[in-house]
């Protein structure tokens, strides 16, 4: 009598499932089964040393890795399943599942939809991003509201739109007088300063990626001194007051009721007016159906666009900046590897996707760029019922209802077991595009060897294309320009919304004369 009741309580009442659980939260009774057992990770460790605590706090949360660092720190040395993934159950909290087994991210990537019983997309690490840009978004929502969401707003960004011969030639044309434009500018600069010169590019590269968004895909006229000087700063304050938001702001206070006597304050508001000025901006294009406006079929009204649209104009600034960034990062520590792209892009004339396609070489190192530092460092998922995941090896995972789950692809990619010598032949933290001269659709592991750049399954990055097509004209247009070698030889990661080279892609360049 007493476990039917208990059960019913359990389905009916969220938090009375949280009750029934701290008995055998207490007793360390793990919530998972089936044949992959995670690994319990205590709250405190205090005798360990350990990089963190397992959870973000005000005094870790600008170091997001050594979190995901901490549940598996000394993992090497445990046995079978529990070696890459882990969880922590604080009695009368719902468990935290984290995971860098890249069958497990794969078949909890692949359940995740709208169907009931499906995996939703874990909303709590976004609630920051939710405030910043409302939560009509293809981010935020799940279930039925994100099909809706995903049908009206991602058409415009699928290949079949991007990949047609005007609309790429636009983007390649604008990039040309962007580069032109910072060419003028370095040959001043080496007129007075020497045959070579030592830049940042991260601000460069926001820049460009911004200005191809803004003018080329939803066709507006914003002058690049305007974005590069104004809207590129305004866009990094927004998305550096969300990072600090997710996790200070507990209460969710809108920023536009906090008072305006701090200084930070001040500035996240002004950020945030140039952000709505930006967003209006390409929203007004629309009714002369200019850029890919003219791709969108759809009588939805402007106002219920506006929070898609600013999720896709930060979205260029952080997850292209950072993939470019990283590539051209790689390629400076690679001086090989870099030549071996040049000599592919150097006669090149015509960035159109058919030969952008045959550059085989430039496509490795961009997925190796991919592999090694992937822009979006995890996927976050909640289970919405009792849920039983199978992996392709038959293996299978018991997961129960509420657990937050995080797919850790970044520890999972650089892990020795999945992608190291013994599977591709070369060393899982090296940046070795030759690797991916060996995977192809007829490898017998091909199917399982998955970077998880853009996310996997039905909630896929939708900017795929369009961010693959940015980043190749970049790229490869800088490489046929420019020689360039790292000034550091280390290249650790800063993470946020994504990660990025600490050192912003500090790198000594000249131009090329052959």
């Not at 009741?5 to 499932?17: F, M, V």
Request: aromatic letters at 10%.
């Amino acid at each position: 009598m007493l476990r039917p009741l208990l059960r019913s309580l359990h389905d009916r009442i969220p938090g009375a499932r949280r009750v029934i659980r701290i008995p055998r939260q207490l007793l360390r009774i793990s919530p998972f089964a089936g044949d992959i057992q995670p690994a319990r990770v205590p709250l405190f460790a205090p005798t360990s040393d350990r990089p963190t605590l397992p959870f973000p706090h005000p005094w870790n949360y600008r170091n997001p890795l050594r979190i995901l660092e901490t549940y598996f720190w000394g993992a090497d040395t445990r046995d079978g399943s529990a070696k890459h993934s882990s969880y922590l159950d604080v009695p009368g909290l719902t468990p935290v599942l984290v995971t860098r087994d890249p069958g497990v991210i794969r078949a909890i990537s692949k359940d995740t939809g709208d169907q009931p019983g499906q995996f939703d997309r874990d909303t709590l690490p976004s609630k920051g991003i939710a405030r910043a840009t409302g939560k009509d978004t293809l981010l935020f929502t799940n279930g039925p509201a994100w099909k809706r969401q995903k049908k009206l707003s991602t058409p415009p960004f699928g290949r079949s739109s991007l990949f047609q011969p005007e609309m790429f030639h636009e983007f390649a044309e604008t990039f040309r007088h962007t580069v032109h434009h910072r060419l003028d500018a370095l040959h001043e600069h080496l007129k007075h300063h020497g045959p070579s010169a030592t830049v940042c590019l991260e601000p460069e590269i926001k820049a460009v990626m911004l200005e191809m968004l803004v003018n080329n895909f939803f066709g507006a006229q914003v002058p690049y001194d305007a974005i590069r000087n104004r809207f590129v700063p305004a866009l990094e304050r927004v998305i550096d007051y969300i990072v600090s938001d997710t996790v200070i702001n507990r209460v969710g206070i809108p920023l536009q009721w906090l008072p305006g006597f701090n200084k930070d304050i001040t500035k996240a508001k002004a950020a945030r007016a140039a952000f709505e000025e930006l967003t209006d901006t390409v929203i007004a294009t629309r009714k002369d159906g200019k850029g890919l406006w003219k791709q969108f079929k759809s009588d939805a009204p402007d106002e219920m666009l506006r929070s898609n649209i600013r999720v896709f104009l930060a979205g260029a600034l952080e997850a292209t900046t950072s993939y470019a960034g990283w590539a051209i990062s790689h390629l400076a520590r690679n001086p090989a590897a870099q030549e071996k792209v040049f000599a592919e892009v150097k006669d090149l004339q015509d960035y159109a996707p058919e030969n952008l396609d045959q550059a085989k070489y430039l496509g490795h190192a961009l997925d190796e760029t991919l592999r090694l530092t992937p822009s979006l460092y995890f996927f976050p998922r909640r289970a919405t019922a009792d849920t039983w995941v199978e992996l392709t090896d038959g293996k299978k995972l018991f997961i129960p209802q509420g657990t937050h789950i995080l797919l850790d692809v970044w520890h999972a990619n650089r892990h020795e077991d999945h992608w190291g010598v013994a599977v591709t032949g070369y060393p899982a933290t090296d940046f070795a595009p030759e690797r991916w001269e060996s995977i192809t659709p007829h490898t017998l592991r091909s199917k399982d060897l998955l970077h998880f750049g853009f996310g996997h399954g039905p909630r896929f990055c939708p900017g795929k294309s369009l961010g693959q097509m940015e980043v190749a004209l970049a790229v490869g247009a800088f490489v046929k320009l420019f020689r360039f070698k790292a000034v550091n030889a280390d290249n650790p990661p800063k993470a946020g919304v994504s990660t990025k080279p600490l050192d912003g892609t500090l790198v000594e360049l000249e131009l090329r004369t052959n």
